[in-house]
């Protein structure tokens, strides 16, 4: 009798609890390889994060690839008016950005609307922040506001599209602080590194990212957040200078419209284990990004928050009365 319970023992160790396993495995990982849409060119923000996804879901899920895709154009625009367009298939994901996708469509000069696109989670929050080349001669917050004050018009800043949250924050500004510089939009932070290093444009409005991963070549002057970044602590909050200014992007995972409701749950959840790993919780701090947890069932409220409260960078953009 002992025999037989030994053996039927060893035969539920073999079976049912390496099945087990391989299932809880399972739901944490895609059943395919995952092809990665990039709206942005290679080298900026939405490159950089999802390298650190490609790079923990396959330490996760080792049998699975993560392809990326690159459809860079138009602040964004050109990926997104193709979305929908995209295998349905639960496998081919793409990157969005806030406010691009609620600002974008405002103006009418590309081929989406708000409601086409269908984010299933959001990832990161990226604050503002102001940079110019290491070798500026401009030092401060302050040296920018005055050089600005006594040359209106002619400070350029570089960002990352237009009807973006880099156009966003260069209008905001030029509002609070009462000076006049030139918003010059670039495809990506990427493609802007060059032209900020070489001084082609004064500087950058771009992200506390961007300040922390090339601050051997560029000077942060302010950052867009509650208190100071401990990667960039001698660099002074907005809040410190006298401004009301916590701001940034969004950067989360949108699908087609016509995937199935579970493949949007899906991934949606794959995306919040990714976001529970320390290792990406770690990644994400040294690369200056705040991790965020907006999931799939959440997203209706949260889209509904977040266009009411970019209606006022609407107005200031002259996308609205």
């Known amino acids: 009798m002992k025999v037989h319970i030994f053996y039927y023992l060893l035969i539920l160790m073999t079976t049912v609890i390496p099945q087990f396993y391989l299932s809880a495995h399972a739901q944490n990982c895609p059943e395919k390889n995952l092809i990665y849409w990039q709206a942005f060119p290679a080298g900026g923000e ?10 923990i879901l396959k330490k996760k899920c080792p049998t699975i690839e993560t392809i990326m895709q ?3 154009g138009a602040g964004g625009g050109l990926l997104w008016s193709q979305l929908n367009s995209l295998p349905n298939d639960g496998f081919n994901i793409a990157g969005v950005n806030l406010p691009h996708i609620v600002l974008q469509p405002l103006e009418g000069q590309v081929q989406y609307k708000t409601e086409d696109l269908v984010p299933v989670y ?13 070798d500026s001669p401009i030092k ?17 800043l570089a960002g990352s599209g237009t009807n973006s949250a880099n156009h966003v924050a260069h209008e905001k500004l030029n509002s609070v602080t009462n000076i006049q510089t ?30 922390i991963n090339t601050k051997d070549k560029v000077r942060a002057l302010a950052v867009a957040l509650e208190k100071r970044h401990p990667l960039l602590p001698d660099v002074p909050t907005f809040k410190e200078l006298g401004y009301d200014w916590i701001d940034g992007a969004y950067r989360g995972i949108g699908m087609p419209k016509s995937a199935s409701l579970e493949s949007k749950k899906r991934i949606s ?5 990714l976001n529970a790993e320390p290792e990406m919780k770690n990644l994400a701090f040294k690369s200056g990004f705040e991790l965020v947890n907006v999931s799939f069932e959440k997203m209706d409220v949260f889209m509904k928050e977040r266009t009411i409260a970019y209606m006022q ?9």
């Open 46 to 55: 939405s490159d950089i994060s999802g390298r650190h996804q490609q790079f």
């Open 70 to 72: 690159y459809k860079a």
């Open 122 to 134: 959001w990832f990161h929050y990226t604050p503002d922040a102001i940079v110019v080349a290491n």
């Open 140 to 156: 401060t917050f302050q040296d920018l506001i005055k050089l600005a004050k006594s040359q209106p018009g002619k400070l350029t």
């Open 182 to 211: 030139t918003y010059v939009p670039f495809k990506g932070t990427g493609d802007l590194m060059a032209a900020v290093i070489g001084q082609h444009v004064t500087g950058a409005m771009s992200y506390s990212a961007f300040a």
């Open 269 to 273: 959840d794959i995306w919040a284990n």
């Open 313 to 321: 960078s609407a107005k200031r953009l002259g996308l609205i009365k």
